[in-house]
């Protein structure tokens, strides 16, 4: 199956900073996903993005679906953005989500 | 709109007892997908349902596990004889439609398996 690599599995901000979060997949893709895990579990969806650019708010992500990877940018983080944030994709033929392991994310004050 | 909603929040069962675990999709969304989820883990893929019919169970660990859909709604995902290593979240998530839509999740079910 479609394998999903997130980098880095780990960051700490500082409140105000940037941060740009990866994901490489290794097949085509029909769907591509980025959630946001809040602590209490409920996945957030951020950003439906098989291919391009899209932005709302201090989020913004862009996927190059011909070079198999996504990026999620977060521009002054603030607190609540801490959590852990996925990607998933689904291959070209397929529906059900594949996840990769995550970035776990905290912001400081 | 309602988002996608799940029962039980919490299930704590003793080993070899049968489970139940609600889900109730988008209003309007035919296609509902089950995953799992282990501490630390992504969630993983149990079983797809495009309207009433399960188009894909491939995720199901074993026989114990099995999901309806009766009316092509509301799903049910039951595990018969529970084990320990059943314990994890079940997501409940759905789809305008199977394929290239965005799927929505609910909150899940935390399983624990005494």
């Known amino acids: 199956g479609i394998q999903v690599e997130q980098s880095p599995p780990d960051l700490i901000l500082q409140e105000g900073a940037n941060s740009t979060l990866r994901c490489n997949f290794s097949?085509?893709?029909?769907?591509l996903q980025w959630f946001h895990q809040n602590p209490w579990g409920q996945l957030i969806n951020l950003f439906y993005?098989?291919?391009g650019t899209k932005q709302n708010g201090r989020l913004s992500a862009t996927t190059v679906a011909t070079e198999r990877y996504s990026l999620l940018y977060i521009s002054s983080s603030q607190t609540t953005d801490s959590g852990v944030y996925f990607c998933?994709?689904?291959?070209?033929?397929?529906?059900?989500?594949?996840f990769g392991k995550g970035t776990s994310l905290l912001v400081t004050p | 709109g309602a988002g996608v909603s799940q029962t039980p929040s919490n299930k704590v069962t003793e080993k070899g007892k049968y489970v139940e675990l609600r889900c109730d999709p988008i209003?309007?969304?035919?296609?509902l997908y089950w995953y799992r989820q282990s501490l630390g883990q992504g969630p993983e893929f149990l079983i797809y349902?495009?309207?009433?019919?399960?188009?894909?169970d491939s995720g199901l660990p074993n026989d114990r596990f099995f999901a309806v859909r009766p009316e092509g709604s509301v799903s049910t995902l039951k595990i018969q004889r529970t084990e320990r290593g059943d314990s994890a979240v079940y997501l409940c998530a759905s789809s305008q439609a199977g394929g290239a839509y965005e799927q929505y999740f609910g909150p899940g079910t935390r399983l624990t398996v005494t």
């Open positions: 993005i098989p291919s």
């Open positions: 349902f495009q309207g009433t019919g399960a188009a894909d």
């Open positions: 998933a994709v689904d291959e070209y033929s397929g529906y059900a989500l594949n």
């Open positions: 097949d085509s893709v029909n769907n």
């Open positions: 209003s309007g969304h035919t296609a």
